[in-house]
């Protein structure tokens, strides 16, 4: 199921596809972030998982974003194990 949301498509989370590219709203449900969570190549990054009606993801979002719980974000997400 595709759903066309203001010209723009919106996947449920159960129905992303490894391998794929996908630019969407989502709703942050969780985020963790420590001042010690930086990269090899010097750039902060959280963990967070993202929640919809029909399920959740958990990655990694790298960059000084100030993220929180509750948030809806449009962001690009690629799928990856």
């Known amino acids: 199921m595709v759903v066309e949301i203001e010209n723009s498509e919106w996947t449920p989370i159960n129905q992303l596809e ?38 959740n993801i958990t990655g990694t979002v790298f960059g000084g974003i100030d993220l929180r719980p509750g948030q809806y974000v449009k962001m690009t997400l690629d799928v990856e194990l």
């Open 18 to 55: 490894l391998g794929k590219r996908y630019r969407q709203l989502f709703l942050i449900d969780d985020v963790q972030k420590t001042s010690r969570m930086i990269s090899k190549n010097q750039v902060p990054f959280a963990k967070m998982r993202l929640r919809d009606i029909s399920g």
